[in-house]
Nanobody
Framework: QVQLVESGGGLVQAGDSLRLSCAAS????????MGWFRQAPGKEREFVAA????????NYADSVKGRFTISRDNAKNTVYLQMNSLKPEDTAVYYC?????????????????WGQGTQVTVSS
C-alpha cells in the first residue's frame, strides 16, 4: 500500500501561483510513476501531469502546459505541482496518484493509489 497526502491548496486570485505537495508513505516511492489529476464540480476527474520514477520525464495536459510544472524529490518521498498564471478554470480538487506500471498513462484507471485531494479555488 502507498498512502498519499496532498497539501498546499487554497484560495488565490487569477494570475497567482500556488505549489501543491503530495507526501507518500508505505512502499518505495521511487518505484512509482506519480501523477496529478483534478476534478471540478460536475465534471469528471481529469489528468493534469505525470512524472517518471526518476523524474527525468514529464507529461502535461494541454490545458496546463507552460503554466504548471511537476517535480519530485525521491529523498523526501514527495511530488510537487507548481502552478503559475492560475485561471478560474483551474478551480478544482487536485489529487495526486501513484502508478506501479509504465510511464505515459493518463487515465484514472491506470493509477493504483490516490490521495484525498486538496481544494484549489481561483477567483477572477
Amino acid at each position: 500500500q502507498v498512502q498519499l497526502v496532498e497539501s498546499g491548496g487554497g484560495l488565490v486570485q487569477a494570475g497567482d501561483s500556488l505549489r501543491l505537495s503530495c507526501a507518500a508513505s508505505g512502499r518505495t516511492f521511487s518505484n512509482y510513476v506519480m501523477g496529478w489529476f483534478r476534478q471540478a464540480p460536475g465534471k469528471e476527474r481529469e489528468f493534469v501531469a505525470a512524472i517518471s520514477r526518476g523524474g527525468s520525464t514529464t507529461n502535461y495536459a494541454d490545458s496546463v502546459k507552460g503554466r504548471f510544472t511537476i517535480s519530485r524529490d525521491n529523498a523526501k518521498n514527495t511530488v510537487y505541482l507548481q502552478m503559475n498564471s492560475l485561471k478560474p478554470e483551474d478551480t478544482a480538487v487536485y489529487y495526486c496518484a501513484a502508478r506501479g506500471g509504465l510511464f505515459g498513462m493518463t487515465t484514472i484507471t491506470h493509477y493504483d493509489y490516490w490521495g484525498q485531494g486538496t481544494q484549489v479555488t481561483v477567483s477572477s
